[in-house]
């Protein structure tokens, strides 16, 4: 592979590392209130991951640290944005837990797959990517409604509800999965002694 070509197949990750960076002006917008320059950040944040996310199906530029650095990625984005509208009042306290509760749960539970049992392949769910969009939906609904203050609060409620729930079913799925297949690998295991 020549050095071009090395430089453009890196491409996908180095926006993804820029959008872990956004992530500092983006709460810090936030914390400051300036809702549409935050809204304006977000937006930018939510393209590049559509762009690295197409640069690397599209070209074949997929990598392990690459399948890593995305989820981490949109999950810093979106935690500091529930952390700071959580503290202003914007979102309910009670969910910012739950999603936390449930990325520690994915994460920890991640890590114990990757140590005891085998390596461990990033692979997001379709439930789990459901609720990463609602996620991102929440964020952007609440934003426009602290800029223009015309959205009928029946949308956030209701967002809030679907992210709930999505929030639930995808850590249920989660560990369901992935405590099946390391029960699976243990039972392997016992099998060859």
Not at 158 to 181: E, F, I, K, N, P
Request: proline content about 4%; aromatic content about 10%.
């Amino acid at each position: 592979m020549t050095q071009r070509e090395t430089l453009l197949a890196s491409l996908p990750n180095t926006i993804t590392v820029m959008r872990m960076a956004a992530v500092i002006p983006l709460t810090w917008l936030l914390i400051d209130r300036a809702y549409g320059a935050a809204l304006v950040v977000a937006f930018v944040a939510g393209l590049s991951d559509a762009v690295d996310g197409f640069l690397a199906k599209r070209f074949g530029w997929e990598s392990y640290i690459g399948g890593i650095l995305d989820p981490l990625a949109d999950k810093l984005l979106l935690l500091s944005c529930f952390v700071v509208l959580a503290a202003q009042g914007w979102i309910p306290p009670w969910l910012l837990l739950l999603v936390l509760g449930r990325d520690l749960v994915i994460v920890v539970g991640a890590l114990m797959f990757h140590f005891w049992f085998r390596h461990l392949e990033p692979e997001p769910s379709l439930l789990s990517k459901l609720n990463t969009c609602l996620q991102i939906a929440l964020v952007l609904l609440v934003l426009l409604d602290r800029i223009r203050g015309f959205i009928d609060p029946l949308w956030v409620v209701g967002l809030v509800w679907a992210v709930s729930v999505t929030t639930v079913l995808s850590g249920v799925h989660y560990v369901g999965v992935w405590g099946l297949r390391a029960w699976r690998v243990k039972a392997g295991d016992s099998a060859d002694e």
